[in-house]
C-alpha cells in the first residue's frame, strides 16, 4: 500500500471552478487542455490508489472462517 501523498490541487481547482460558476449562475465552464489533462491523472491516481487500498482491505480482512455460520432470526415483532 502507498502512502507516498497524492497531489490533489487540480481537483480542489476543478471544485472551486464549479462552484465559482455556481455561485454566478454560470451554464458552463471551460477547462484549457492543460487543466484538463492535470485532472484526468489526478483522478487517475486516485481511483488507482483507493483500488489497491481496498484490494489490501480485502487481502487483510479475508482470514476470516471459511465455515463461519451467520443465523439470523425473524419474528413478526409487535407493534
Known amino acids: 500500500m502507498s502512502t507516498e501523498p497524492i497531489n490533489t490541487v487540480p481537483i480542489q481547482q476543478f471544485i472551486k471552478q ?18 484538463a489533462k492535470n485532472l484526468s491523472y489526478t483522478l487517475g491516481i486516485v481511483m488507482a490508489r483507493l483500488n ?11 482470514g476470516g472462517d471459511a465455515t ?12
Open 52 to 62: 489497491g487500498d481496498l484490494e489490501q482491505l480485502l487481502v487483510n480482512n479475508s
Open 68 to 79: 463461519e455460520v451467520i443465523e439470523i432470526k425473524l419474528d413478526q415483532g409487535n407493534w
Open 18 to 35: 464549479v462552484q465559482g460558476a455556481e455561485n454566478s449562475r454560470a451554464k458552463e465552464i471551460r477547462l484549457d487542455i492543460n487543466a
